[in-house]
């Protein structure tokens, strides 16, 4: 009898430790900016209109060409949000993926039984900096999180490496 490893399923060794999708936080709704740009456009509007019965007619083309400016900064902001970073564990893998807001993918994986947590910590600010440390080789990781968020990420990501490094545990019986 011959089983197929396709069909029997993943093994306890492929059992998810740890998972998550970190993403920038933006704060202003694709409808909120909407909002913000048509008050701005309208209160421009309404100061070139001003300087332009005045007489200082540059001033009307300065003011919409400072709107288009902010849209612009908006939309790269916008932009910017689009970009990912995963990273999950198992007992035998530990695997980095970003995906940057032009969507380039870049992978990093490693044996969890090699790689530690290192912190870069400010005395007031808090946690500035994560690294994943393997066998020589370091990335930053968690980079769109705050301080607080970083150290309840490390907390768990701490916890599912120590995990891994325990191996898995085989229950005959389920």
């Known amino acids: 009898m011959t089983v197929d490893n396709n069909l029997a399923g993943p093994g306890p060794a492929e059992q998810t430790l740890f998972s998550a999708l ?11 900016f909407m909002v913000l740009m048509a008050v701005l456009a ?12 005045m007489g200082a007619w540059p001033v009307f083309g300065f003011l919409g060409l ?3 400016a902010i849209y612009w ?5 916008f932009q910017r949000a689009l970009a990912t970073e995963e ?9 980095v993926r970003r995906t940057s807001h032009r969507g380039h993918i870049v992978e990093w994986v490693s044996n969890p039984l090699w ?6 910590v ?8 994560l690294y994943l440390v393997s066998r020589g080789r370091r990335i930053s990781i968690a980079n769109f999180l705050g301080p607080d968020e970083k150290l309840s990420f490390v907390k768990a990501l701490s916890s599912a490496l120590q995990l891994a490094k325990r191996g898995p545990i085989y229950n005959p019986v389920t």
């Open 22 to 32: 970190l993403t920038p936080h933006r704060s202003l709704s694709h409808a909120s």
């Open 42 to 53: 309208l209160a421009s509007f309404a100061t070139g209109m001003v300087f332009l019965l």
């Open 66 to 68: 400072d709107v288009l």
């Open 73 to 77: 900064a908006f939309r790269i902001n």
């Open 87 to 95: 990273i999950s564990i198992t007992h035998s893998e530990l695997r």
């Open 115 to 120: 790689v530690h947590v290192d912190q870069r």
């Open 122 to 129: 400010h005395e007031e600010y808090g946690i500035e900096r």
